[in-house]
């Protein structure tokens, strides 16, 4: 347990914005309050940073001179921020053609989902659900080999009619590759070339993730899995860790890795200036809980 001692009251007024000046929120932090910044998707896409359509947008129109004339095109709708960006990492080293599908797209039905062999959907959403059903039967018609896949289930909660005609599939091992590393990225694109469109080559499983999870600092090589690990590095860089303020940021390990790490960056360094002890944590597997109420923010 902590020392009780506390500072007398205040309030700070706190502009934190990321490193290329992408994303701003105002904070109001008082020193006698526990706080938990929590960041989720919405409030990273919307408030703090890119929307995964934008970051999306902005790749699908910058030129891209490496990009393979030919090869299996497969799409993506709906994914993280960030992660789009990782994919086109490797369309060269496998001769693959990817593009990114926005929102506004499907609500204005102006995609031709035939001109693809596969498409991937993470989020979709339930109010394009009459586009969609337009936008699939078309393109089944004129592309009978045409496989769409359903990445997390959210196609099967919004377009259940879809799926149940099983125009649109899952496959269970797809989303052991989304979302968890770039490495997971290219091996999950290796598995749908292998699996889906023919080409020889063996299948690599997904690396394992870390269920766990752990306590993040943009200071320090990867993540502490143990909050008297984090308290005692941080006191060896002279830290008050007894009598300091504490904040924890709670963060999905998809926006950590992928979408803007540099949001959470800025948050702990806009605590640090203030004399706050902050650190961040992934928002999952069994011991999340367990070290919020540790680490006692």
């Given at each position: 347990m902590r020392s009780a001692r506390r500072s007398q009251p205040q309030e700070w007024r706190c502009s934190i914005t990321t490193g290329d000046g992408s994303g701003a929120m105002i904070l109001r932090l008082s020193a006698a309050l526990m706080l938990c910044v929590c960041w989720q998707q919405a409030v990273a896409g919307e408030t703090l940073g890119t929307a995964p359509e934008q970051g999306a947008a902005r790749s699908e129109e910058a030129h891209r001179t490496d990009r393979p004339a030919d090869g299996p095109a497969i799409a993506f709708v709906g994914l993280h921020g960030g992660v789009f960006e990782q994919l086109e990492r490797f369309e060269s080293e496998l001769g693959v053609r990817l593009e990114y599908i926005k929102d506004e797209q499907i609500a204005a039905e102006a995609v031709d989902l035939a001109a693809y062999q596969i498409v991937f959907l993470q989020h979709v959403r339930g109010?394009?659900?009459?586009?969609?059903?337009?936008?699939?039967?078309?393109?089944?018609?004129?592309?009978?080999?045409?496989?769409?896949?359903s990445i997390s289930g959210g196609a099967e909660r919004r377009l259940p009619d879809l799926t149940k005609r099983g125009l649109i599939e899952h496959d269970p091992e797809i989303r052991k590759y989304y979302g968890s590393s770039p490495e997971n990225l290219r091996r999950l694109l290796v598995y749908t070339l292998v699996t889906y469109l023919g080409r020889p080559g063996p299948v690599e499983p997904p690396e394992e993730r870390d269920e766990h999870g752990g306590l993040y600092h943009p200071?320090?090589?990867?993540?502490?899995?143990?909050?008297?690990?984090?308290?005692?590095?941080?006191?060896?860089?002279?830290?008050?860790?007894?009598?300091?303020?504490?904040?924890?940021?709670?963060?999905?390990?998809?926006?950590?890795t992928f979408q803007q790490p540099k949001v959470v960056d800025a948050l702990i360094r806009e605590f640090e200036k203030h004399g706050v002890l902050a650190v961040a944590m992934t928002d999952f597997g069994s011991r999340y809980e367990e070290r919020m109420l540790e680490f006692q923010p």
């Amino acid at each position: 347990m902590r020392s009780a001692r506390r500072s007398q009251p205040q309030e700070w007024r706190c502009s934190i914005t990321t490193g290329d000046g992408s994303g701003a929120m105002i904070l109001r932090l008082s020193a006698a309050l526990m706080l938990c910044v929590c960041w989720q998707q919405a409030v990273a896409g919307e408030t703090l940073g890119t929307a995964p359509e934008q970051g999306a947008a902005r790749s699908e129109e910058a030129h891209r001179t490496d990009r393979p004339a030919d090869g299996p095109a497969i799409a993506f709708v709906g994914l993280h921020g960030g992660v789009f960006e990782q994919l086109e990492r490797f369309e060269s080293e496998l001769g693959v053609r990817l593009e990114y599908i926005k929102d506004e797209q499907i609500a204005a039905e102006a995609v031709d989902l035939a001109a693809y062999q596969i498409v991937f959907l993470q989020h979709v959403r339930g109010e394009d659900r009459d586009h969609y059903r337009k936008l699939v039967a078309s393109a089944k018609e004129r592309n009978p080999d045409l496989r769409i896949f359903s990445i997390s289930g959210g196609a099967e909660r919004r377009l259940p009619d879809l799926t149940k005609r099983g125009l649109i599939e899952h496959d269970p091992e797809i989303r052991k590759y989304y979302g968890s590393s770039p490495e997971n990225l290219r091996r999950l694109l290796v598995y749908t070339l292998v699996t889906y469109l023919g080409r020889p080559g063996p299948v690599e499983p997904p690396e394992e993730r870390d269920e766990h999870g752990g306590l993040y600092h943009p200071d320090h090589e990867g993540l502490f899995t143990e909050v008297q690990e984090f308290l005692r590095w941080a006191s060896q860089r002279g830290q008050d860790v007894q009598a300091a303020p504490r904040a924890a940021i709670a963060v999905h390990s998809t926006h950590l890795t992928f979408q803007q790490p540099k949001v959470v960056d800025a948050l702990i360094r806009e605590f640090e200036k203030h004399g706050v002890l902050a650190v961040a944590m992934t928002d999952f597997g069994s011991r999340y809980e367990e070290r919020m109420l540790e680490f006692q923010p």
